[in-house]
């Protein structure tokens, strides 16, 4: 589903229009087999603390040394 408008006024209408049928949701998963759908999510779920158990203090280190710069940087 498309982001809802931030505008108060926006939103409004785009309610209206959901409940009088002027406008319909879009299904995002429409087309998409639920298996790989669910599978996805999964992995999506336990990604980051996969990653994280899998490096090294070091590799952590150097991970958190380059954010720093970047973020220092801007």
């Known amino acids: 589903m498309p982001k809802r408008p931030k505008d108060t006024n926006e939103l409004a209408k785009l309610i209206v229009d959901l409940a009088t049928g002027e406008e319909?949701?879009?299904d995002t998963?429409?087309?998409?087999?639920p298996a790989?759908?669910?599978?996805?999510?999964k992995g999506g779920l336990k990604g980051g603390k996969a990653r994280a158990a899998k490096?090294?203090?070091d590799q952590r280190k150097e991970i958190a040394k380059k954010a720093a710069e970047v973020r220092w940087k801007k």
Not at 29 to 33: E, H, I, L, S, V
Not at 36 to 41: C, E, F, T
């Open 29 to 33: 998963n429409a087309g998409k087999d």
């Open 55 to 57: 490096l090294t203090p």
């Open 24 to 26: 319909q949701e879009i």
């Open 36 to 41: 790989a759908v669910s599978l996805g999510r």
